[in-house]
């Protein structure tokens, strides 16, 4: 999936969009699966999942590579990595707090143990259109911070030479 589905949707989409379309589709399959109880469902949700998941990481990687000069590419993605292993290994405990919170019946009139998915999911699509803000700064800056041509003033030009032909 990852060598020649997601290439091709990142090309056609855009990486930010594609990032964007990742995290909605995470965030509503994570939502969903919790409020199911159709196990064929769960297996569409959990595979609608994996697919949000992979477009989000993958893009996320390619954004952050895009968007960085060569002396900072190398930190950056480093940084990226290091960021979403800290998340793995905060995220368990997390959610395992969360999941038995809900499980006592505490937890806003959800399913028990659906705590968890909700809030990641709702975090999920919250943050979704987060790369397409950044994106459009991006591309305000790049066009707003291009040099402009040099003005041509009376005295460099007299004092110039003419061009000479060949």
Same mark, same amino acid.
């Given at each position: 999936v990852q060598l020649v589905i997601v290439p091709r949707l990142c090309k056609r989409l855009g990486d930010a969009r594609a990032c964007a379309a990742g995290l909605a589709l995470l965030g509503t399959a994570l939502v969903a699966s919790s409020l199911v109880s159709a196990q064929p469902l769960h297996l569409l949700l959990f595979l609608a999942f994996r697919a949000g998941l992979t477009v989000a990481e993958t893009s996320n990687a390619a954004l952050t590579a895009a968007n960085s000069s060569s002396e900072t590419r190398a930190r950056? &993605? @480093? &940084?990226?990595q290091s960021t979403q +292993? @800290? @998340?793995?290994?905060?995220?368990? &405990?997390? +959610? @395992?707090?969360?999941y038995e919170h809900s499980l006592s019946g505490a937890s806003l009139m959800l399913p028990p143990g659906a705590l968890p998915f909700v809030v990641v999911g709702g975090l999920c699509a919250l943050t979704a259109p987060l790369p397409l803000l950044l994106h459009s700064k991006a591309a305000s800056k790049t066009v707003t911070d291009t040099p402009s041509m040099p003005q041509s003033s009376s005295k460099s030009s007299s004092a110039s030479s003419p061009p000479t032909s060949r």
């Open positions: 950056n &993605l @480093g &940084l990226l +292993a @800290g @998340g793995r290994v905060i995220s368990p &405990l997390l +959610a @395992g707090w969360m």
